[in-house]
């Protein structure tokens, strides 16, 4: 049976590219929301590091209505290392909107999401957003856009994919690439999409079967599955049997106690659905990404997408430092756990094991920015931790080392792309393609995940800030051998206490320093970066010492250079393989492993033997 009055809709581009602006058109316009109803920017960025770093983090759901069918849409997010989200999501639609920005083009992201809907033969309508710029370059990338899909081995059916034409902030769009101005408002996009996007199918009078691709929590009724029905009808009471693919010893029963439809970005109670509709039940505790809901008189799992296992890993552990326990709300290595297992219900990509010791835990991620990320969120839900540096997660074939690897696309004005290559050749880095835009160049590599640790900040430097990076994982590579990611040594206090202007005025003449004067630090802590590679270690906390003898001058002002501080990914960054970074509510403190000097002289000595 065929629900002629439903479509399901996955938003899928490239990070930035105007997704959620675009949903938030398509809720206004199709009348989700009153008149006179006050409505945020990007109302599905629902979390506070989405919203201030203008990015999706987790799939939400939504739904509008046109022309009496329901559209339900599912917003993914565009960061290559929230890929997970965007492959299980996959599973609950029947088309995809692809935006490419019409003067990016295709960027990694996009190759990276498009290929996983083309493996999976959803309808594809292509929206060319963010026409009204004004370096827009539609006819190109309409080439680009065509040229990846031969790439990536589309059919004949799917090369002839419909193309509309969009500025999400005007909430505009149109058939006619030449004339960005003739748009009014959506109605090409939502013609579009009914037109070409198939209507779910499925049998209401079969079994239940619905699988689970999204799990969620509320704390009125616990842990909840989204999903779309495959077959039957799902109710409140009915009881229900669970079942996994790729785990058959799964199995648990229950009812379902709660059953809720989206409506616009809110959700509202039900009594049943039927297949093809996208809902969110509670009732089972346990429910996770991957399972089954069945009637228990037929219990036969849906095949589900496995997710790309992690390639970087960190190590999360109880904050040891002298100033422990002082700043945040969370501090035992059973508070960290529990945190750590509960964010396990929700992200299907991150995985978690008990380390050696009791306090630390091994935390593995598609990339720097899925674990930073966690870490932030913690921080500001009060937790007190310290990580290692990020290093990325290796395998073994055939007796031969295998590392991850990256393809970076580096957008940069053409007097900067020597610095670029330079510093990447450096990296490991092998070059696929280059091009010219205008007047920046766009160049294509390979390389090595790890080679990319550290680099971010050199590159906005070597660029002037006006380079754009993308990244995406490609594959395993035999091990290519040592790289040095960091040239800079540290800045070590050698005293715990409150930094002062003139002990801090002492060591800058050392290096660069990144803590003001008045700050409490502790003896091992990194105070600053030194240009020579070699840590040297400082008294930042040193008085002058009182005479009653002045010379004249000599009391002048000191003058400190002013401190630049490191945002939480410019702190992981920069940690050396025998740093940790503390974090807490507060303060990011980077410090060495080993806190005393002598220790950790004594430390080195042998390790140089």
Not at 51 to 69: D, H, M, P, Q, W
Not at 331 to 342: A, C, E, G, P
Not at 418 to 428: C, D, E, F, S, Y
Not at 500 to 506: D, H, I, M, R
Request: net charge negative; hydrophobic share 35%.
């Amino acid at each position: 049976m065929i629900q002629e009055n439903l479509r399901n809709v996955a938003i899928i581009a490239h990070v930035d590219h105007g997704k959620t602006t675009l949903v938030d058109q398509m809720l206004k316009q199709s009348g989700a929301f009153r008149a006179n109803q006050q409505v945020a920017e990007r109302v599905m960025d629902s979390g506070d590091i989405e919203r201030e770093r203008g990015i999706t983090i987790l799939a939400k759901n939504c739904s509008c209505e046109y022309n009496g069918v329901k559209i339900n849409i599912v917003d993914t997010p565009g960061h290559a290392d929230f890929g997970g989200e965007v492959e299980r999501v996959l599973k609950m639609v029947n088309g995809v909107l692809l935006l490419v920005d019409a003067a990016e083009g295709c960027m990694p992201q996009t190759r990276f999401v498009l290929q996983k809907a083309l493996q999976q033969n959803l309808s594809l309508v292509i929206a060319v957003n963010k026409i009204d710029r004004p370096d827009a370059r539609i006819a190109e990338v309409i080439d680009e856009i065509l040229e990846l899909l031969m790439d990536l081995g589309a059919t004949d059916e799917q090369l002839d994919s419909p193309m509309v034409f969009c500025s999400g902030r005007n909430g505009t769009a149109s058939y006619d690439w030449t004339d960005p101005s003739s748009g009014t408002d959506l109605k090409p996009l939502f013609d579009t999409i009914l037109k070409y996007v198939q209507p779910p199918e499925g049998e209401p009078d079969e079994p239940l079967q619905m699988l689970v691709s999204s799990v969620d929590y509320n704390d009125f009724v616990g842990r909840m599955g989204v999903g779309r029905v495959q077959n039957g009808v799902i109710k409140v009471g009915s009881p229900i049997q669970v079942c996994d693919w790729h785990n058959p010893d799964v199995h648990m029963s229950g009812r379902i106690t709660k059953l809720f439809d989206f409506k616009a970005n809110g959700r509202e109670p039900i009594e049943s659905a039927q297949a093809g509709d996208i809902v969110a039940f509670a009732g089972l505790p346990d429910i996770s990404i991957g399972n089954t809901i069945c009637d228990p008189s037929k219990v036969q799992p849906l095949p589900f997408v496995k997710i790309n296992d992690p390639t970087v890993e960190m190590t999360f552990s109880v904050n040891d430092s002298p100033f422990a326990g002082k700043e945040g709300k969370y501090v035992t290595s059973r508070q960290i756990r529990d945190r750590l297992m509960r964010e396990l219900l929700k992200d299907v990509a991150l995985k978690v094991e008990d380390s050696a010791t009791n306090d630390s835990f091994r935390v593995m991620g598609r990339g720097e920015m899925h674990l930073s990320i966690l870490i932030e969120t913690m921080r500001r839900e009060g937790y007190e931790l310290q990580v290692s540096p990020p290093h990325v997660l290796t395998h073994e074939e055939n007796g031969k080392v295998m590392e991850p690897m990256e393809r970076v696309v580096i957008d940069v004005p053409e007097i900067y792309q020597g610095n670029v290559m330079t510093a990447l050749g450096a990296r490991k880095a092998i070059l696929m393609n280059m091009q010219m835009m205008n007047s920046r160049s766009r160049i294509e590599f390979r390389m090595p995940s790890r080679g990319l640790f550290g680099y971010r900040s050199q590159f906005l430097t070597d660029t002037h800030g006006e380079g754009i990076m993308n990244t995406i994982f490609d594959g395993y590579e035999e091990w290519c051998g040592d790289i040095q990611t960091r040239s800079t040594g540290s800045l070590i206090s050698f005293d715990t206490g409150d930094a002062v202007t003139y002990g801090l005025f002492n060591a800058q003449q050392r290096g660069t320093l990144i803590v003001n004067a008045g700050e409490k630090v502790y003896a091992g802590e990194v105070v600053g970066y030194t240009p020579t590679g070699e840590d040297i270690t400082v008294n930042v906390c040193k008085t002058k010492h009182l005479t009653n003898t002045r010379a004249s001058g000599s009391d002048d002002a000191l003058r400190l250079v002013p401190v630049s501080k490191f945002s939480l990914e410019g702190c992981l960054e920069f940690l050396a393989p025998d740093e940790l970074l503390e974090v807490t509510p507060e303060n990011l403190r980077i410090r060495k492993r080993i806190l005393d000097h002598d220790l950790r002289m004594k430390a080195a000595s042998k390790k140089n033997k």
